[in-house]
């Protein structure tokens, strides 16, 4: 058995070994050995699939940070393994297709390293049962993500959107970082499976909600849920192999999964209802209604993802209201709401990824991805053109193809929760089947877009810059195993039903019993339902507003383009760098006085404010040693020399007077019977004074100063405070008698390190090393000293060549 | 003694503060040179003040005096010397390149 710690880690150690070992395979396109990876992940992830499908499940535990609760545990049960599988299936898939769309004059060891670095990353976000490390994954896919967005990073608009996911996922992330904290503190677990079995004690807890809605903006950015979307268009400047594993297959569903996880713990309360399924909702019109004016098939794909995006999180959010009856014959109903939305996930990827793909085709092979300028394709790309139908076709829910299906039960769910006469759904339920069917029409729009405008019509062939002609095997083979699923999914749904989404089922409802009653067989006729008459309605309209689209299309000229959430994105960012400028400016203004008194400043209120408000000020005179006269002559003579340097005439003066301080306090240490510091200061000091006068015959004479009143004042007062806190510093701590203190220890040199002199003993044995590190201290400052004075040298030699 | 120290650290330490603010790299770095004094004299006084011999096993009896605050300050005392070295140097090299040892001076212009 190998564990699934493991799974996680293998991407990770390949990505690692990428740098160091890619120049060995020169002739082989790198591809075809990072393929290995994914493949064998996914065989191995599959063997699994029949022990799940009997409801077993997998836990391993590696210890990580056991004291702070932090476990490396990973957990596999249904609802990990559908996303596991998409991970490493259309993994597999896309870096079989990159292979031959992206050429090897690219940087590919870039490209392959930043992709493995997602694919583990994704992995360890739908496995980790600890959600401390499952925020440290989920930030790690934005990071990929963003390395991956700006793949071609000569390209501004490249750098531009790899920014914006950044910024938008990431600070989603982050607010979901502190709802998993709060759910930490109201748990006292950071396992998602122990949080699951404990949160019903927490409902009404303060933080309940708050760590809910927090949570759900870290899924709402990340699966590009309105109004955060706006990352998600900007993103297709990435690679289309990118495109069509991370933005439409894998990392923008990671939200989906952070919601499918949460149901049981937050499904059953009514703010989680209304908030997922309407974001969800809003998010499946907009997208839908977006796309539609797209000129760029890409960009058309991006808001066609948003919307499908919502429709799976409004299906989600439809199947909590489950938990709101407990576990009946009733309730099973509003289940396939949940189930609907994973099989639509699963049908979602199939078909977006094989339309990614074959824009992907058009891109590379005719230059470009402008509707306008493609058509009539059809004859000339026939495969191409066979996989854009079935992708479009299952898009816009026709049988026979997969996405009809899911269409179908989606349809079925919205007219059901009608039925519901909780959360004042009697009144309002209805928005649920209307939006549902006008997003669809879009829906069914701009899937004909795709096919009549790319494919049909006249071939345009003096727009493009490449002559018209069929892609090369290798970019068709990934799309065709994707709508072969398409197709496959369509005639044995039941068969995925059982196997992949009943043990996801039972991960979702855990409180539900046995997960076969949650699994509702899937079949093409059901009779005549609303659901059917809706897909039917849908198809109707949607032809009529497709054939008379110039009539209608106008309308999106009505918003106007200078309140758009991209404009906010980009006015907020410009004002906060201006801002941050404008605050960074005011005090970092290049005069070092000015830092050096924040620091002063910052010492006095730490420390003096910190002895005042604690009143830890103590002065005891009785400890004290006794003084003779001769050593407060000294002391005066101190301080008489220290305050004369602040009115010297003379550079010689005061560096004299410094030389007057360092003496007095050699004959300190002689008093305090410290012969080696005395002998050592004293011969430390006469250098230094030498070398102040050496300087001084390069430096310009002293000028006086010319401080105004106000700066001298200011600077006066600051000095005597900082010395006033040291004095009161010291006067506090010299007494401070808690711990024994540790010099004993070293009194026991002569034994420990045959050394009679202690000061000698510690500096050359017991604290060696330091006194090793001090050594190279003097060795840099001496380098320095020796190169400041040795590249001048350099420098003016080139100057007198220049003459 | 030790509040006798400890004042004269007071008062070493406003002196540097008050060369350390000042515009002047030589006052500058006259004042750091007086804020390691500062330090010393502060570190050996933590250790107590003339409560034993000497710190040689082998001249004196015990008690000893605390060697280990005698310790910090030699190296304290090198590596003081080292960094007033080099800013000294720095200085030097300063005044050659740029002409001037006013630090109002040597800002730097606001667009870097």
Not at chain 1, 187 to 213: N, Q
């Amino acid at each position: 058995m190998f564990s699934i710690n493991l799974v996680i880690l293998i991407p990770f150690i390949v990505a690692a070994l990428i740098p160091f070992s890619y120049r060995r395979f020169k002739k082989v396109h790198l591809g075809w050995i990072v393929l290995i990876v994914p493949v064998v992940l996914f065989v191995l992830l599959a063997r699994l699939i029949p022990s799940l499908a009997s409801g077993k499940t997998y836990v391993h535990t590696y210890e990580w940070i056991p004291s702070l609760d932090f476990n490396f545990t990973t957990y596999l049960d249904g609802l990990s393994m559908i996303f596991a599988l998409l991970i490493t299936g259309v993994g597999s898939l896309v870096i079989l297709y990159s292979i031959f769309y992206l050429s090897s004059k690219e940087s590919l060891q870039h490209f392959y390293c930043y992709l493995l670095l997602f694919m583990g990353a994704m992995l360890g976000v739908v496995f980790s049962d600890n959600l401390m490390v499952l925020y440290v994954f989920w930030e790690l896919t934005s990071v990929s993500s963003f390395l991956l967005i700006a793949f071609w990073n000569h390209r501004k608009a490249s750098r531009q959107g790899a920014q914006k996911a950044m910024l938008i996922t990431v600070s989603g992330g982050i607010a979901m970082l502190v709802g998993f904290i709060m759910l930490h503190t109201m748990t006292g677990s950071f396992s998602i499976r122990e949080i699951i079995a404990s949160v019903s004690e927490f409902s009404d807890h303060d933080l309940f909600i708050p760590a809910m809605i927090l949570i759900l903006l870290g899924a709402f950015t990340k699966s590009a849920q309105f109004p955060f979307h706006i990352w998600l268009p900007d993103a297709m400047e990435a690679p289309t192999p990118v495109s069509a594993y991370l933005h439409s297959a894998t990392m923008v569903k990671a939200g989906i999964y952070l919601v499918a996880r949460f149901t049981p713990v937050f499904g059953a309360d009514e703010v989680w209802f209304w908030v997922v399924s309407m974001v969800g909702m809003i998010t499946l019109f907009w997208g839908s209604f977006n796309a539609v004016k797209q000129t760029d098939l890409k960009a058309l794909l991006a808001f066609s993802t948003i919307s499908q995006l919502g429709l799976i999180m409004s299906l989600l959010g439809l199947g909590s209201i489950a938990l709101q009856f407990g576990y009946s014959a009733d309730s099973v109903l509003y289940t396939q709401a949940t189930f609907a939305a994973l099989f639509h996930l699963i049908n979602h990827s199939t078909f977006k990824g094989a339309l990614f793909m074959v824009v992907g085709i058009l891109d590379h092979e005719l230059g470009t991805r402008d509707v306008r300028r493609l058509g009539g394709l059809m004859t000339l790309m026939p495969f191409t053109f066979t996989i854009a139908l079935i992708g479009s076709l299952s898009m816009a829910g026709l049988p026979p193809f997969n996405g009809f299906l899911s269409k179908e039960m989606f349809f079925a769910a919205t007219v059901h929760i009608m039925e519901v006469d909780i959360f004042s759904l009697p009144s309002l339920g209805l928005i649920f089947p209307v939006v549902a069917w006008i997003a669809s029409i879009f829906t069914f729009v701009y899937c004909m877009i795709i096919i009549f405008k790319a494919f049909l019509g006249k071939p345009q062939q003096e727009k493009l810059d490449k002559p018209i002609h069929e892609a090369p095997i290798g970019m068709l083979i990934s799309p065709m195993i994707l709508v072969a699923l398409v197709v496959g999914i369509f005639f044995f749904p039941n068969l995925l039903g059982q196997y992949i989404l009943q043990p996801a089922m039972s991960s979702i409802y855990p409180t539900f019993g046995d997960a076969a009653d949650l699994t509702p067989k899937i079949s093409a006729w059901h009779g005549i339902k609303p659901e059917l008459l809706m897909t039917i309605a849908v198809i109707i309209v949607g032809a009529i507003l497709f054939k008379f689209l110039k009539l209608w299309k106008p309308i999106y000229g009505l918003f106007s383009s200078r309140f758009t959430f991209n404009v906010l994105y980009f006015n907020f960012l410009a004002s906060s760098v201006s801002k941050s400028n404008l605050v960074t400016n005011r005090y970092m203004n290049g005069l070092l006085r000015h830092y050096l008194l924040y620091i002063f400043i910052f010492f006095i209120v730490t420390v003096g404010g910190y002895l005042l408000y604690f009143k830890a000020f103590s002065f005891d005179i009785s400890t004290n040693a006794s003084f003779r006269v001769y050593e407060v002559c000294l002391v005066a003579i101190m301080a008489v020399a220290a305050l004369s340097m602040l009115f010297a005439k003379s550079r010689i003066t005061a560096t004299l007077l410094n030389g007057v301080l360092g003496y007095s306090i050699a004959i300190f240490f002689v008093i305090f019977r410290a012969p080696d510091l005395a002998l050592t200061q004293l011969v430390v000091e006469s250098v230094t004074t030498v070398l102040f006068l050496l300087a001084f015959s390069h430096l310009p004479d002293w000028k006086k100063e010319k401080l105004s009143k106000g700066t001298k004042l200011i600077n006066g007062i600051i000095s005597v405070a900082v010395g006033l806190v040291v004095v009161i510093v010291g006067l506090s701590v010299v007494d401070f008698n808690l711990y024994d203190p540790i010099s004993s220890y070293f009194e026991d040199a002569y034994e420990l390190a045959g050394g009679a002199n202690i000061v000698n003993a510690i500096l050359g044995d017991f604290r060696g090393f330091d006194t090793m590190l001090e050594v190279v201290v003097l060795f840099i400052a001496g380098l320095g000293v020796y190169s400041m004075i040795k590249l001048r040298v350099k420098k003016e030699d080139e100057n007198i060549e220049d003459q | 003694m030790e509040t006798l120290i400890i004042m004269l650290i007071g008062i070493l330490v406003a002196v540097a503060t008050y060369l350390i603010l000042s515009r002047n790299i030589i006052r500058i770095i006259l004042g750091t040179a007086v804020f390691s004094h500062a330090v010393h004299l502060l570190i050996l006084t933590m250790g107590d003040l003339k409560k034993g011999n000497v710190p040689l096993l082998k001249e004196a009896d015990a008690p000893y005096a605390d060697a280990l605050p005698q310790a910090l300050i030699l190296t304290a005392i090198v590596i003081s010397f080292a960094v007033t070295a080099f800013i000294l140097v720095l200085a030097y090299r300063t005044y050659q390149d740029v002409g001037t040892d006013d630090l109002d001076e040597l800002r730097g212009a606001r667009d870097e």
